[in-house]
């Protein structure tokens, strides 16, 4: 049972180039959930998806994109990379939207931009 | 000021030593509360998990939450080097798709 699994593991970009990480949950989860993290910063949300067909912004979305592929798979694009946006990015997923159950998170993708 | 506090460190102890680890928060309408353990180059694992005031206890772990003073404790008895790593608490509404805001995380060394 893999839980959360993300692709690629590390990345080095340019200025400018687009790139778009994948994340995939094999225990049937409706909540998925994009987080980048930065020294200092603890995590922070910057798009969910409730539930299949659904995707809203979290607390700093601007510079990326979503896409709720189907139940399983949640992938976040950067269209124009920015050195700030250099940062670990890490995909969770939670099981039913409504209830108490906490969310389980991927070992993130490492991504620096240059 | 940020929603969630929490003292980054790093803290450093002996084995065997009680760990007291804290976070402080101002929005009133936190209801979950959870600790992550993250070890390097790893994603947040969860640690503990409770929605109520009181006191929670798995192991050697023990959660606290004081929703009147807002302010949620993680204890760790009889540390150990394998406690090593970074501690965030993270914490949500009761409404919603859950969206966890995150402490900054506090980094712990136990020392053999």
């Known amino acids: 049972n893999a839980g959360v699994t993300q692709t690629p593991k590390f990345q080095v970009l340019k200025t400018g180039q687009s790139m778009t990480l994948q994340c995939a949950q094999d225990?049937?989860?409706?909540?998925m959930y994009w987080y980048r993290q930065d020294p200092g910063m603890g995590l922070r949300l910057i798009y969910y998806?409730?539930?299949?067909?659904?995707?809203d912004k979290g607390e700093v979305p601007n510079g990326y994109n979503v896409s709720r592929l189907n139940k399983r798979e949640f992938s976040l694009r950067l269209e124009s990379a920015a050195p700030s946006q250099t940062s670990v990015y890490f995909c969770?997923?939670?099981?039913?939207?409504?209830?108490?159950?906490?969310?389980?998170f991927g070992d993130g993708t490492r991504l620096s931009i240059l | 000021q940020k929603e969630v506090e929490q003292d980054p460190g790093p803290l450093s102890v002996p084995e065997g030593a009680i760990v007291s680890l804290n976070c402080t928060y101002s929005?009133?309408?936190?209801?979950?509360f959870m600790w992550y353990r993250q070890y390097s180059r790893k994603g947040p694992e969860l640690l503990m998990y409770?929605?109520?005031?009181g006191n929670k206890e798995d192991g050697r772990f023990t959660a606290q939450v004081d929703k009147s003073s807002k302010y949620i404790s993680l204890f760790i008895r009889d540390s150990q080097p394998s406690d090593s790593a970074t501690y965030l608490c993270?914490?949500?509404?009761?409404?919603?798709?859950?969206?966890?805001?995150f402490g900054q995380g506090t980094r712990l060394t136990i020392n053999p």
């Open positions: 969770a997923s939670r099981g039913q939207s409504k209830s108490n159950q906490p969310q389980h």
């Open positions: 409770t929605y109520s005031s």
């Open positions: 225990m049937n989860h409706n909540s």
């Open positions: 993270a914490m949500s509404s009761i409404q919603g798709a859950q969206k966890l805001v």
């Open positions: 929005n009133s309408a936190f209801q979950y």
């Open positions: 998806s409730a539930s299949e067909g659904t995707t």
